[in-house]
């Protein structure tokens, strides 16, 4: 695999259910929906791992873990993260750093923000200043507005080393 640097972009949704926690990045958060899903439906856990992936070209996070294989019901999305970590490292790169968006409507991200930030820098083996997070609401418009859904967008920097 050639290039000092690669970049990889990843985007996910996930309904707001009840009867479901909120977990996002691996901190849950309390509220009275979470988001659904095969595995624990962590949007932003899901979003970096497509970003990881992306930058190394290896696929989406559907091909290495079908929804329709059982052994994922439930599953902390932290080994998806983890997983695609380990491609990366594999393929001689190494994560410079990340940058995500959560947008929900509720319930607000703010006060965990930095905790989620620890949390997937944990994950990443890097500093929590390497790991960039942003939360918005959708203004009211939309699914997303409507309180119906959750999304997260991430980027990620990767370097060869
Ligand atoms: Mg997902």
Redesign the pocket.
Known sequence: MSGEFRVGIGY???RLVENRKFIVGGVEIPFEKGLS???D???LF??LTDALLGAVGLGD?GEHFPPSDTKWKDAA?RIFLEHAHKLIQENGYRVVNVDAVIIVEQPKIGPWRDAIRKSVAEVLGIEMERVGLKAKTAEGMGPVGEGLAAEAQAVALLARG
Request: glycine residues 16%; aromatic residues 0%.
């Open positions: 996910d949704s996930h899903g095969h595995s439906g962590d949007i899901h979003a996070i999305s």
